[in-house]
């Protein structure tokens, strides 16, 4: 499984609030279990632009470029979110991948998940993100810490475990990014 764990340092309390905001501002996020489209505590495209999670999503788009697809002028088509994870919220209740990005016909190669906060009073195998390879029947897991960018192919189904018992949040930055390249056809037009 190519799945490669960075270290980035950040303002980890100011990008916390930040998510947070980002979270209420979208009235598509449900945030209290009565409003919203999408799953409680996570807001599908990032509202704030020139903030923290800009410049975390640009330093993951440099990672990218130069480890992943080794060339400075990539065109590519990209996904961002954030995502507060608490024992309240659903994530965790089957492995899923991200080869499919809402809104665009692309489909994704990686995905990358970012650490921005974790609680300290975990148990088992609580906060654990695992990964499942079912074509080579391979599984691995690990306990992320902040800090910590993951970054997977998108077809890679992946669990994160939350917490039964904290009500301590999770927050999360993370997106999927899928190369763009121009096809044309000669016709007599």
Do not use: C
Not at 1 to 28: A, C, H, Q
Not at 138 to 143: A, H, I, P
């Amino acid at each position: 499984m190519d799945i490669r764990k960075y270290k980035l340092d950040s303002d980890f309390k100011n990008l916390s609030l930040e998510i947070d905001f980002n979270v209420g501002l979208d009235d598509r996020a449900n945030t209290d279990f009565k409003k919203g489209d999408i799953a409680p505590r996570i807001q599908a495209h990032v509202i704030i632009r020139g903030g923290l999670i800009e410049d975390v999503n640009n330093r993951v788009l440099e990672i990218l470029k130069r480890d992943f697809y080794k060339k400075d002028d990539l065109m590519y088509a990209f996904k961002n979110w954030v995502f507060i994870v608490d024992r309240e919220s659903p994530e965790g209740a089957r492995p899923h991948n991200h080869t499919r990005m809402s809104d665009l016909t692309t489909k994704g190669e990686w995905t990358w998940v970012y650490y921005v906060t974790m609680p300290n009073n975990l148990e088992g195998d609580d906060g654990r993100i695992y990964f499942y390879d079912y074509e080579n029947d391979e599984e691995t897991s690990f306990l992320p810490e902040v800090g910590d960018l993951i970054i997977f192919p998108a077809h890679l189904h992946h669990l994160p475990k939350t917490s039964k018992k904290s009500n301590i949040n999770r927050r999360i930055i993370g997106g999927i990014i899928s190369e763009v390249s121009y096809k044309t056809k000669k016709t007599l037009m």
